[in-house]
């Protein structure tokens, strides 16, 4: 009985879910695009070479890294993402990367679907609009189709992104159009992933009630939470004399509700504050106009750099719009750091209001400056948060997900009427225990 894991790309919340099914001996591969792994042999040879420019690559390179699948059941579709991924560190225009983002899309779900023909797996697993064309092949040969809904419903985001641009007209940019028009293909085809799929898997409530409110069918959805990575040992308080220091972990957007942060720090008298940004910038540039001089841009860093960062702030600043989880939340928690969030983030499921962060409303300026002024008010408490924060993390790692994963796989398939295997065949003493 295997099951074939379809994503593109290399986010660790899918490398998980291959690890899941491997040490179950279900995994038939995790197809993905562009990606590098550690049996690479220009890999290892890159990492002797000396040189900055060298060191740099490599750190880039390992952002696309699979390290939690063996080679052996790795298959890459690799040519247009890296020409994707290409044009966009170049600077091309967002028409263009898009367009290549799609074209590879496309391709990928034509690449999966020629693996489903070829091996008729028992299941297959794929990823909201790169489903459609595999999900037609499985159905031909027998193959139960299993969609990963990571993300809000799309619909509902649209419609958020054009209020925001109503509400806030120096957030329009020139390629909103291209990407209005582009929208009801775009949109008819999950309409149709999800029309199709046997079973759903959703990473939060705040995700499943999105598209149950949409339309879904929420007896065919189960819902698993995502994890957190391995922990500091021990939450180190920090001085409360000083600035605070917040941290701000990816995309600085509208969606995650960056121009909200900005309004609140422009408009507030907030004295004795650092905030550390930490991500691409895609504001429209007129909308960072003014940026306080309290607001660092450092751009985007690796993973380990960032993790690093966030055990000498006081908080993570997460004010999103729109998230179906939030994979910064549990970073943040796993080396003790309070997280500030809002309440359409699906990690908010994990926060305790005082005890281990803040949850504020989403859309508020007034909410993100009352969150700031509380922490510069109560240095201590905040500071006294920090071992709940790393004690959340630790009780919701990843090992943990896999098995609750599997647990609710299995349900959620005998409930829809399907098969699985009367006594789980784990391969916990075939495999070492894996620390991912």
Same mark, same amino acid.
């Given at each position: 009985?295997?099951? %074939?894991?379809?994503?593109?790309?290399?986010?660790?919340?899918?490398?998980?879910?291959?690890?899941?099914?491997?040490?179950?001996?279900?995994?038939?591969?995790? !197809?993905?695009?562009?990606?590098?792994?550690?049996?690479?042999?220009?890999?290892?040879?890159?990492?002797?070479?000396?040189?900055?420019?060298?060191?740099?690559?490599?750190?880039?390179?390992?952002?696309?890294?699979?390290?939690?699948?063996?080679?052996?059941?790795?298959?890459?579709?690799?040519?247009?993402?890296?020409?994707?991924?290409?044009?966009?560190?170049?600077?091309?225009?967002?028409?263009? !990367?898009?367009?290549?983002?799609?074209?590879?899309?496309?391709?990928?779900?034509?690449?999966?679907?020629?693996?489903?023909?070829?091996?008729?797996?028992?299941?297959?697993?794929?990823?909201?609009?790169?489903?459609?064309?595999?999900?037609?092949?499985?159905?031909?040969?027998?193959?139960?189709?299993?969609?990963?809904?990571?993300?809000?419903?799309?619909?509902?985001?649209?419609?958020? %992104?054009?209020?925001?641009?109503?509400?806030?007209?120096?957030?329009?940019? !020139?390629?909103?159009?291209?990407?209005?028009?582009?929208?009801?293909?775009?949109?008819?085809?999950?309409?149709?992933?999800?029309?199709?799929?046997?079973?759903? !898997?959703?990473?939060?409530?705040?995700?499943?009630?999105?598209?149950?409110?949409?339309?879904?069918?929420?007896?065919?959805?189960?819902?698993?939470?995502?994890?957190?990575?391995?922990?500091?040992?021990?939450?180190?308080?920090?001085?409360?004399?000083?600035?605070?220091?917040?941290?701000?972990?990816?995309?600085?957007?509208?969606?995650?509700?960056?121009?909200?942060?900005?309004?609140?720090?422009?408009?507030?008298?907030?004295?004795?504050?650092?905030?550390?940004?930490?991500?691409?910038?895609?504001?429209?540039?007129?909308?960072?106009?003014?940026?306080?001089?309290?607001?660092?841009?450092?751009?985007?860093?690796?993973?380990?750099?960032?993790?690093?960062?966030?055990?000498?702030?006081?908080?993570?600043?997460?004010?999103?719009?729109?998230?179906?989880?939030?994979?910064?939340?549990?970073?943040?928690?796993?080396?003790?750091?309070?997280?500030?969030?809002?309440?359409?983030?699906?990690?908010?499921?994990?926060?305790?209001?005082?005890?281990?962060?803040?949850?504020?409303?989403?859309?508020?300026?007034?909410?993100?400056?009352?969150?700031?002024?509380?922490?510069?008010?109560?240095?201590?408490?905040?500071?006294?948060?920090?071992?709940?924060?790393?004690?959340?993390?630790?009780?919701?790692?990843?090992?943990?997900?896999?098995?609750?994963?599997?647990?609710?796989?299995?349900?959620?398939?005998?409930?829809?009427?399907?098969?699985?295997?009367?006594?789980?065949?784990?391969?916990?003493?075939?495999?070492?225990?894996?620390?991912?």
């Amino acid at each position: 009985m295997s099951i %074939l894991v379809a994503y593109p790309g290399t986010g660790e919340f899918a490398q998980q879910i291959a690890l899941a099914m491997l040490e179950e001996k279900m995994l038939e591969a995790f !197809v993905t695009t562009f990606a590098v792994h550690a049996d690479d042999g220009a890999l290892r040879a890159l990492g002797g070479l000396p040189g900055r420019s060298s060191a740099r690559l490599r750190h880039s390179l390992m952002r696309r890294s699979v390290d939690l699948v063996p080679s052996e059941k790795l298959l890459r579709r690799t040519g247009l993402d890296l020409l994707r991924t290409s044009a966009f560190q170049a600077g091309f225009g967002a028409h263009f !990367v898009d367009t290549l983002w799609d074209l590879m899309s496309h391709d990928f779900t034509r690449y999966v679907a020629r693996l489903v023909r070829e091996r008729a797996p028992y299941a297959l697993y794929a990823y909201e609009y790169t489903a459609r064309e595999a999900f037609a092949v499985a159905q031909q040969v027998g193959t139960i189709r299993i969609l990963d809904l990571p993300s809000l419903s799309s619909r509902s985001l649209e419609g958020l %992104l054009a209020r925001e641009s109503e509400r806030f007209p120096e957030l329009r940019a !020139v390629q909103d159009r291209y990407f209005k028009r582009r929208f009801p293909e775009r949109q008819a085809r999950r309409d149709t992933e999800i029309a199709d799929a046997d079973l759903i !898997v959703c990473n939060s409530t705040v995700t499943r009630n999105s598209h149950v409110a949409e339309g879904a069918d929420g007896a065919r959805m189960i819902v698993v939470p995502l994890a957190a990575p391995p922990t500091i040992d021990e939450a180190r308080p920090r001085a409360v004399s000083g600035p605070l220091r917040l941290i701000w972990a990816g995309t600085f957007s509208v969606r995650k509700g960056a121009h909200y942060l900005l309004d609140a720090c422009r408009d507030s008298a907030l004295q004795g504050v650092e905030i550390d940004i930490y991500g691409t910038v895609t504001l429209p540039a007129r909308a960072c106009v003014g940026i306080p001089e309290f607001i660092h841009l450092k751009g985007a860093v690796p993973r380990q750099d960032l993790l690093r960062q966030f055990e000498e702030a006081d908080a993570l600043i997460f004010p999103t719009l729109s998230d179906g989880f939030g994979l910064v939340v549990t970073e943040a928690l796993s080396r003790g750091l309070p997280v500030i969030t809002t309440d359409r983030a699906g990690a908010a499921d994990l926060i305790r209001h005082h005890e281990n962060g803040l949850v504020i409303r989403a859309h508020d300026a007034q909410a993100i400056k009352d969150a700031i002024g509380w922490c510069l008010d109560h240095r201590h408490q905040l500071n006294a948060m920090r071992p709940a924060a790393l004690a959340t993390a630790k009780a919701r790692q990843w090992p943990q997900y896999r098995r609750e994963f599997m647990t609710a796989l299995r349900d959620g398939l005998l409930a829809r009427g399907f098969s699985w295997p009367a006594v789980p065949h784990s391969a916990a003493h075939d495999l070492k225990p894996s620390a991912a």
